[in-house]
């Protein structure tokens, strides 16, 4: 008996550190009226890269056929890249696609009459000024499908920061407003937290609606107009009104 009430008092008395130890969790509290501003801030840059998919489609009596004539024109098309000076790093295939062909007709089963072979990349061009001329280039190495462009900036960090303190600007100009409508004034921030941010496209203008190869002569010059993109942050910010 004496031994089972020792070991209950050395257990209890090793659970003393652990309850001790124990920090409480501090609770922020506030003598004012919480107010919970939601802001957007946006900051305007020029795209610097157009991302654009380009293609070739070929037709034939078999798949092999389909597949060896897609081969053949899809490389002088790379070839192409290459020599209007695209980087490895910026050319990488987005997909490759063979499937038979029918010809379909009323109370008669399918007929098959070829194959498509379709192969796309995924080109992007650093500088836009020449995406236009280099596209015209493709088209008369065999590319005849293009699609595109994704217009976007390369480094779009500084322009996020800016839009951040914009955001911040904007949510503490509210909140003085609210302040100044309630008789009370703008004390401390107590949160902050941030959404995401919106990445708009540009615009794309071309010239020249017909791209099957042998029309080059016939069609104007491709231009790619960058215009201006608006990237935004949205944050919400939390304000103490006193």
Do not use: C, W
């Amino acid at each position: 008996m004496i031994r089972s009430i020792t070991m209950a008092s050395l257990l209890a008395l090793a659970a003393v550190p652990a309850i001790a130890g124990a920090q409480p969790v501090a609770v922020q509290t506030i003598s004012g009226t919480r107010l919970d501003i939601v802001a957007t801030g946006e900051a305007n840059r020029v795209p610097d890269m157009a991302i654009i998919s380009a293609g070739v489609v070929t037709r034939a009596s078999t798949a092999t056929q389909a597949l060896q004539q897609n081969a053949r024109q899809m490389e002088r098309v790379i070839a192409a890249l290459r020599r209007a000076g695209v980087a490895e790093r910026d050319i990488q295939t987005s997909s490759i696609n063979l499937h038979p062909d029918y010809r379909h007709r009323d109370n008669e089963p399918p007929i098959l009459t070829g194959y498509n072979a379709n192969n796309q990349v995924t080109v992007r061009f650093r500088d836009i000024a020449q995406s236009g001329r280099i596209l015209d280039a493709l088209v008369a190495e065999g590319a005849n499908q293009i699609n595109g462009p994704s217009l976007t900036i390369d480094k779009p960090e500084a322009a996020l920061d800016e839009a951040r303190r914009n955001a911040i600007t904007v949510a503490r100009a509210r909140a003085q407003l609210y302040a100044q409508a309630t008789g009370k004034r703008v004390g401390r921030i107590l949160a902050i937290s941030e959404g995401g941010g919106g990445f708009p496209r540009g615009e794309i203008v071309v010239t020249g609606s017909r791209i099957r190869r042998g029309e080059m002569g016939m069609a104007a010059d491709t231009s790619v107009i960058p215009g201006e993109q608006t990237l935004s942050v949205q944050i919400q910010v939390t304000f103490e009104l006193e």
